[in-house]
């Protein structure tokens, strides 16, 4: 059996049937829908969003909210619809606290910070996607761009450009073929031809520069974090703003410590980490 890519954009898995349990995997559906919304969700549309029926549906959101995972919008018990419950949160503190990357990274990219006063991110290789698991803000930031947790596709990402990068060629150009390759910003490159092209730069500069990509004035250099076996598992990205940096000046500057500082996170990277 293959799981579906869902709302997290995970590359499909192969599991075993015999001890696949499908309640809990409509639960985890029930949750990754709100990934579809920026809003709350009434049940008939959670039921549409999962495809489950309403009685399932139903029963579903009782025992997640019984269980504090999800809550009504407001906190009240009227009908404003469900969103994702407070409980979450402490799954993703568990999360990060329990990632020996994490742990190790997070000095490594204070230091950066400090050095060089733009916001610095740690994200993890998950396939076509990858997820923000650190970010150390600067002065200037969007809403977004502060939160953890966040999903960007590989493709369109300087991370990820950097991962598929440190891969066989084989195995980043089947992450390009099997993403969903749309547009964040006008200037978003997609096309695979270009790709390939941003993906050859970074493996000759040793890191992958974007620009304005996902978002509109800012560029982000980012550089590839590799386990004991060579293998990618997560990025260090360095993002700033075209109102105060000449491109050319971010890559001389921004370029070495990005590789410096991903050189020393990779050195203390634990085995097991990259993604099926």
């Given at each position: 059996m293959k799981l579906s890519k869902g709302n997290s954009e995970a590359a499909p898995r192969t599991v075993d049937d015999r001890l696949f349990l499908q309640s809990v995997e409509?639960?985890?559906?029930?949750?990754?829908a709100f990934g579809q919304q920026a809003r709350p969700l009434s049940l008939a549309e959670l039921a549409a969003a999962t495809g489950?029926?309403?009685s399932a549906a139903q029963r579903i959101a009782h025992t997640l909210q019984a269980l504090g995972y999800l809550e009504r919008a407001g906190g009240g018990t009227g009908g404003q619809g469900l969103v994702p419950g407070k409980r979450l949160l402490d799954r993703s503190f568990d999360y990060l606290r329990m990632n020996p990357l994490v742990e190790r990274a997070t000095p490594i990219l204070q230091e950066l910070r400090r050095t060089t006063q733009e916001r610095v991110d740690l994200s993890l290789f998950d396939g076509t996607s990858v997820i923000y698991a650190v970010r150390l803000q600067s002065k200037r930031e969007t809403f977004f761009a502060t939160l953890v947790g966040r999903r960007m596709p590989t493709f369109g990402s300087s991370g990820g450009r950097a991962m598929l990068a440190a891969l066989p060629a084989a195995e980043a150009e089947a992450i390009l073929e099997q993403s969903d390759r749309r547009r964040m910003t006008p200037k978003t490159v997609t096309d695979l031809p270009g790709l390939r092209a941003k993906i050859a730069e970074a493996q000759r500069d040793g890191f992958a520069l974007s620009l304005e990509e996902a978002l509109l004035g800012e560029v982000v250099l980012a550089a590839a974090v590799l386990d004991a076996q060579r293998r990618p598992v997560a990025a260090i990205h360095v993002a700033g703003s075209l109102s105060e940096w000449d491109v050319e000046a971010f890559r001389r500057r921004i370029g070495p410590l990005a590789m410096e500082a991903a050189r020393a996170l990779s050195q203390a990277a634990p085995?097991?980490?990259?993604?099926r």
């Amino acid at each position: 059996m293959k799981l579906s890519k869902g709302n997290s954009e995970a590359a499909p898995r192969t599991v075993d049937d015999r001890l696949f349990l499908q309640s809990v995997e409509r639960a985890m559906r029930a949750l990754e829908a709100f990934g579809q919304q920026a809003r709350p969700l009434s049940l008939a549309e959670l039921a549409a969003a999962t495809g489950m029926d309403r009685s399932a549906a139903q029963r579903i959101a009782h025992t997640l909210q019984a269980l504090g995972y999800l809550e009504r919008a407001g906190g009240g018990t009227g009908g404003q619809g469900l969103v994702p419950g407070k409980r979450l949160l402490d799954r993703s503190f568990d999360y990060l606290r329990m990632n020996p990357l994490v742990e190790r990274a997070t000095p490594i990219l204070q230091e950066l910070r400090r050095t060089t006063q733009e916001r610095v991110d740690l994200s993890l290789f998950d396939g076509t996607s990858v997820i923000y698991a650190v970010r150390l803000q600067s002065k200037r930031e969007t809403f977004f761009a502060t939160l953890v947790g966040r999903r960007m596709p590989t493709f369109g990402s300087s991370g990820g450009r950097a991962m598929l990068a440190a891969l066989p060629a084989a195995e980043a150009e089947a992450i390009l073929e099997q993403s969903d390759r749309r547009r964040m910003t006008p200037k978003t490159v997609t096309d695979l031809p270009g790709l390939r092209a941003k993906i050859a730069e970074a493996q000759r500069d040793g890191f992958a520069l974007s620009l304005e990509e996902a978002l509109l004035g800012e560029v982000v250099l980012a550089a590839a974090v590799l386990d004991a076996q060579r293998r990618p598992v997560a990025a260090i990205h360095v993002a700033g703003s075209l109102s105060e940096w000449d491109v050319e000046a971010f890559r001389r500057r921004i370029g070495p410590l990005a590789m410096e500082a991903a050189r020393a996170l990779s050195q203390a990277a634990p085995e097991g980490l990259t993604p099926r």
